[in-house]
């Protein structure tokens, strides 16, 4: 699944009841298993931190939706309850790692069917790595395993200490930078887009301050699957992002315009039968190619903005390859072979507050750090990327 949202320019409308980010709230991530609160203290405090934000109480929000892929059913109740006891209704979405984006999604719907003023919440207590929660069933991505070995990765395991759909996951991922590479991207080109990642994410408030990782430490890290290496993928973690959603009406009477940004596009997609015709694209649509290019191209349309007026990007950058591989998709350039001269031509800016931050072509990819750098708490994710996007917005 693939979603992706804007509020760039606040004079553009393209939905008859226009949908404002009106407050945001983002806790810290911490690795896997290392952090002291669980799931509904994680939800529970970003929702708190969003309503603040916003200037508004729980009892001012009419509906909830709640996302986190590793928890009980009615885990968003729990999350809820400790902000209030007001009676709204309250949906629970697990949608893998599009899950907080898909909350936007339903928050978005839900405020423009009158809902007037929407939560969107998402958590995740994370223990450890991805894994599959019930044994006796297939799992619901084994038809994109499946398409994955008839392009020749081999089903083996090479890391038995990683649960199998990790593996399939790395394999997956692996396969498709062997294939940009087929297009003049290199391994130098990876750790280049990782080290950006780790030098953004160093000055976010909400990652855990940890050891600066070099650009050599980046190329030096453990190897996975090759090209792939640690320093350029995502960790798991723990954490959880919030977002208040509400419609004009609700932004006016309440004054809340100052930092009210519109989402002038929301699109969701999903896979196609060009997904697993690995024969004809390889592995970049298991990959999400053609999810992100549809998604992309709807949503620009939506916005009526084209992606050279974007300033701003967050990408799911599960490993640098993919987010490299997504640059095309979302028109940042015209195909994977413009990727080495675009990440070549980039140059590092200072900023006002005494940081730096990597531009090429008057873009920002991935300001917060991006996954590699924060971590990847599953259902917080999306919504982590709303309230960097959000806070980029209000300057």
């Known amino acids: 699944v693939s979603v992706l949202y804007w509020g760039v320019n606040k004079k553009h409308s393209v939905m008859a009841r226009k949908v404002y980010v009106v407050g945001v709230g983002h806790t810290q991530f911490t690795p896997a298993g ?3 609160k ?12 969003a309503l603040e934000d916003a200037g508004i109480q729980y009892a001012d929000v009419k509906e909830a939706v709640c996302g986190y892929v590793y928890g009980d059913s009615t885990s968003g109740q729990a999350a809820c309850y400790k902000a209030g006891l007001t009676g709204i209704p309250i949906m629970n979405v697990n949608n893998n790692c599009a899950t907080g984006s898909t909350c936007i999604y339903m928050g978005k719907r839900l405020v423009e069917a009158g809902g007037k003023c929407v939560l969107a919440v998402g958590f995740e207590q ?3 790595g991805l894994k599959t929660l019930f044994e006796d069933r297939p799992h619901p991505a084994q038809g994109h395993f499946d398409a994955l070995h008839e392009t020749g990765v081999p089903k083996t395991r090479f890391i038995k200490a990683l649960p199998e759909i990790t593996e399939n996951i790395l394999k997956t991922y692996a396969a498709n930078a062997k294939e940009l590479m087929k297009h003049g991207v290199t391994e130098e080109h990876f750790a280049k887009v990782a080290y950006k ?9 909400f990652v855990k301050k940890r050891k600066e990782m070099t650009y050599d430490d980046v190329k030096g890290s453990r190897k996975l699957f090759p090209p792939l290496r640690m ?14 959603l509400a419609d004009e009406e609700f932004v006016r009477k309440r004054g809340l315009e100052k930092n009210a940004v519109e989402i002038l596009s929301c699109v969701m997609t999903s896979d196609t039968k060009d997904t697993f015709d690995v024969a004809k694209y390889k592995t970049g649509n298991l990959c999400g190619y053609d999810l992100s290019a549809r998604a992309a191209k709807q949503a620009y349309a939506e916005a009526g903005l084209t992606p050279s007026q974007i300033d701003v990007f967050e990408i799911h950058d599960a490993f640098a390859s993919n987010e490299i591989a997504t640059y095309p998709a979302l028109g940042i350039i015209p195909s ?3 990727a080495p001269a675009f990440i070549d031509a980039g140059k590092w800016t200072p900023t006002p507050m005494g940081g730096r931050l990597f531009k090429t072509a008057n873009h920002v990819i991935n300001p917060s750090g991006g996954l590699e750098s924060k971590g990847h708490p599953t259902g917080a994710t999306g919504l982590a990327q709303l309230v960097e996007v959000s806070l980029q917005l209000r300057g």
């Open 197 to 205: 990642n780790h030098v953004h994410g160093g000055y976010s408030p």
């Open 126 to 128: 994370m223990n450890s």
């Open 231 to 244: 320093g350029m993928a995502a960790p798991m973690a723990s954490g959880a992002a919030a977002a208040v």
């Open 34 to 36: 290392k952090g002291d």
């Open 336 to 338: 994977p072979a413009h």
């Open 38 to 49: 669980n799931y509904a203290e994680l939800g529970s405090e970003a929702i708190g931190l």
